[in-house]
């Protein structure tokens, strides 16, 4: 789908903390940043839980129960909306990722679709954190694609860098999956970078025909590679898990804020967004295809 924008909100990621910045954590928090997003064309919201209890709100829970009640926040404030439920963990046990989609059952979830070494340096070269892995083996892959099959979830594709990206393609010779929805995550720093240049190579190397959309992690400079996505018929994606300030330099206040500079990009490419049911007619097409 090129002629119209898919739009996802990723609401409030992993482990920012809510003293620190305005993002939303509790499942009336949630489901009102959800709606703002939504009213300004946000069709699909990618959905990270928080620990409920005072002074936890930064830390991250895999309580289905808690998903679930969240979920049904969101889609109460708004009709039609499409669930995307973070997967990723560090190490290679993922029970509870699995137990709290089997519980779940949302329309879609991301699928880390290989291993990348998580690092950050500090200006005077020091690790801004322990260097650390995150462990994508293909049995985990597998593990969670059948657990996707078996509840009728739509994997994403997270792509960290362009080897990762081909790997998507054996998957499907291998029998793992029939075809595949990819999300090039660019701006970790040992990662793919930010970076407009990439994309047609992006594009040209993902599995022939999937449908695409960017994951852009930064400061107001990502702006200008949001709209190359746009133009290049990708799909697009942002929120305050991905960047604080809008296209201006100035800080975001809401979700809302960031997805409206988001659909002005897909307007600036001659694109309009999805309604939506225009949405989920092109998951539809996505889903497992029965034997």
Known sequence: MTDKAILTCALTGVLTDPTQHNV???PEQMAAEAKGAYDQGATIMHCHYRQQEPGKGHLPSWDGVLALEINDAIRAACPGVVINMTTGVVGRDQTEVLDYLAHCKPEMAAMNAGTLNYLKTRRDGSWAWPPMTFQNPVDKVAEMLDCMREHNIVPEFECFDIGILRSVSLYIQNGMVDHADVNFVMGVASGMPCDA?????LVKYRPEGS????????????????QRVAE????????LEDCFYLPSGEK???NGEMI????ACARNAGREVTTPEETRAH??????RQA
């Open 252 to 254: 975001a206040r809401s």
């Open 260 to 263: 409206e500079a988001l659909a």
């Open 232 to 239: 290049l018929g990708g799909n697009l994606r942002t929120g």
């Open 211 to 226: 449908p695409w959309q960017a994951t852009l992690i930064g400061r107001a400079d990502v702006w200008p590679v949001h």
């Open 197 to 201: 240049d990439l994309l047609p190579l």
């Open 283 to 288: 998951l539809a097409t996505q889903g497992w």
């Open 24 to 26: 939303p954590v509790t």
